[in-house]
């Protein structure tokens, strides 16, 4: 597998400097996403005004979408090392001419491969989970394979202050061996975990440059850690029950609609997200169609 690329992040200031004239920002929903049309993202990667204006729309928005993009691969990757260095993924092979630029690639008639159909935040059981990610579409089924985004700076906000209060302290497990490596065989699985051990992050992390609040949970996450309180807990089968209960009331916050954008794919287009205030699910309902995506995978920080 190839090592991801180590070139310094270029990430831009936010910047209130006007969008280029020929940019259009739509709206897709009332809680997230916006389509920008007249954005050629090839030749975003080679300019440092029109990056810091994507960037700024994109944590405003925290997902953003593009049709008809023709960026090559060498583009593809040069966009995602201005947001920072990319990283390859230990089960999902990246391409071999251009490190850090995964190949997920469901091809006509395999057997379906599940792991992407639930709601993640990318690479969450990392130390330090992805920063954001640019997916492109390369081949997609006539019908079906959609995906969906989910707010969850939202998803926090609109919990009743009792749990915001209960959670505000709250910390949790996230697994690749409970995800990825569950259908490897032991040796394969015990592998993965010795060299991508379980990270542990709270359950309501801070967004390093706009201050949100966000809930941090999602199918990576495995338990709380530290629940077990005498403030919490009065006899010990509530550990089990109490805790369990609470992370998937958490969990299904990702499930209200209000708080979704779901994107439909063409040959060419393209998704940028951040990966710190969002969820995405891939919806596998194209089998035994194909589907092929290439994703740039961005570095990120310690969650606080």
Known sequence: M???????????APTTAPLPADWQVVRLSGSLGAELRGVDLGAVSRDDDAFASLYRLLLEHKVLFFRDQAMTRAEHVALGQRLGPLEDHPVAPSDEEHPGLVRIYKDAGAAPDRYENSFHSDGSWRAEPSKASILKCVECPPVGGDTIWVDMVRALADLPASVRDTIADLRAKHS??????????PERRHALAATHPDAEHPVVRTHPETGEQILYVNSFTTHLVNFHTPERVQHGTDFA???SDLLQ????RALVPEYQIRWRWEPGSVAIWDNRSTQHYAVMDYWPAARRMERAGVQGDRPF
Do not use: C, D
Request: net charge positive; glycine share 8%.
């Open 2 to 12: 190839s090592s991801p690329t180590s070139s310094p992040p270029r990430t831009a």
């Open 249 to 252: 009331h958490l969990k299904s």
């Open 241 to 243: 029950q109490g805790a």
């Open 176 to 185: 690749i061996e409970a995800t990825f490596g569950a259908v490897l065989p």
